[in-house]
């Protein structure tokens, strides 16, 4: 049951005029505060945004009205080590996160942690989608939802009520991210032009914005240039640094 769930998703776009309760929003951030954690620092936190100047906001620098606007709850996933600074002053301690492992630590923590949350929400029959658009201007958000140094928003995610269910779309095959005892490159020159075949045809026969393309050549595009090079620049400002 669980992995016909996790094996079912698709990100949902469209929602129907339906708000989440805080008490539905508390229960999924409860379900998400129950992923892993390395030393069990749950370097997390995430801000439910509930004020319509905020999502508004969120919005127009995220670049992703649509979704900000139409959804029953947003929520914006933060990598946060300010609690954890908190926590050592208790005991007239510091902490140190500006190198490269406690970086990759929060990440991963808050990765996880949303993850749950977008699994518990799938499992109440939500529909989700993560916004990676945040990181457009995470700066500007950060001033929005009063972030102190030490936190850093990382991604949104909106849930509600799915007004369209899109279809699932086709992952690499199992034979492609499976490896056993070493790692094998040279069974992509077969197993990627497969999957190309597969993706267009999953583009082309889909319900809702059909079009030409395959996975190696949007990869190709996507990967091409750095994007969002800022991003290097504002985690050094919040106190991520890489030493």
């Not at 439910?48 to 100047?53: A, G, I, L, Q, Y």
């Not at 919005?59 to 300010?82: H, T």
């Not at 140190?96 to 923590?109: H, I, P, Q």
């Amino acid at each position: 049951m669980v992995i016909e769930l996790l094996m079912s998703h698709a990100s949902v776009r469209d929602y129907e005029d339906k708000a989440l309760d805080r008490e539905t929003v508390a229960r999924l951030v409860r379900a998400g505060q129950h992923a892993a954690s390395s030393h069990f620092v749950q370097a997390y936190s995430v801000i439910h945004v509930t004020d319509p100047d905020k999502r508004k906001a969120l919005a127009e620098l995220s670049k992703n009205p649509k979704q900000f606007l139409g959804a029953g709850a947003v929520l914006i996933f933060c990598m946060d080590f300010r609690r954890l600074e908190k926590a050592a002053g208790l005991h007239g301690s510091s902490i140190s996160f500006a190198n490269a492992e406690a970086l990759l630590v929060g990440v991963t923590d808050t990765a996880l942690f949303a993850q749950n949350v977008a699994v518990a929400a799938e499992s109440e029959g939500y529909g989700i989608c993560y916004i990676g658009g945040v990181r457009n201007a995470p700066a500007e958000i950060s001033e929005v939802l009063g972030l102190p140094d030490g936190v850093a928003p990382m991604y949104g995610m909106t849930i509600g009520v799915p007004a369209v269910r899109h279809e699932v779309k086709p992952r690499l095959p199992l034979e492609a991210v499976l490896h056993e005892n070493e790692y094998d490159d040279e069974k992509y020159d077969r197993l990627l032009p497969e999957y190309d075949r597969t993706i267009r045809e999953y583009y082309a026969s889909r319900s809702a914005n059909t079009k030409e393309d395959d996975w190696t050549s949007s990869m190709a595009r996507f990967l091409k240039d750095q994007r969002r090079v800022h991003m290097k620049e504002f985690l050094e400002k919040r106190g991520f640094r890489f030493d």
